[in-house]
Nanobody, 127 residues
Framework: QVQLVESGGGLVQAGGSLRLSCVVSGRTFSSYFMAWFRQAPGRERDIVVGINWSSGNTYYVDSVEGRFTISGDHAKNTVYLQMNSLKPEDTAVYYC????????????????????WGQGTQVTVSS
């Protein structure tokens, strides 16, 4: 069983940066396909970025491409989401998620693909 605990959210002005952290317990994060989702008020929970650590293949939603970066620290068993050039439309609760990938090349973009979730961290970007 894996547990995910996010932190790092907060209030930031447009154009600013935040780094979200997801501490993974139970197994090393590179065993999983990891993703960050976000959910704005009244909206569905949508994927932001995902990574298959086995292959290094990443998926970024178009709206964050070039601004957000996913990375990991094995020593801390922690996955990060670096968010730069933040926009008001990035305001949402951000969730860390994980699943076991079936193949090295697999990508998972649907909320239903993931059995493991963190509790979420609020990111608010003011204009």
């Amino acid at each position: 069983q894996v547990q995910l605990v996010e932190s790092g959210g907060g209030l930031v002005q447009a154009g600013g940066s935040l780094r979200l952290s997801c501490v993974v317990s139970g197994r090393t994060f590179s065993s999983y396909f990891m993703a960050w989702f976000r959910q704005a008020p009244g909206r569905e929970r949508d994927i932001v970025v995902g990574i298959n650590w086995s292959s290094g293949n990443t998926y970024y939603v178009d709206s964050v491409e070039g601004r957000f970066t996913i990375s990991g620290d094995h020593a801390k068993n922690t996955v990060y989401l670096q968010m730069n050039s933040l926009k008001p439309e990035d305001t949402a609760v951000y969730y860390c998620s994980a699943r076991i990938p079936l193949t090295r090349e697999a990508q998972y973009v649907r909320e239903d693909d993931y059995p493991y979730w963190g509790q979420g961290t609020q990111v608010t970007v003011s204009s």
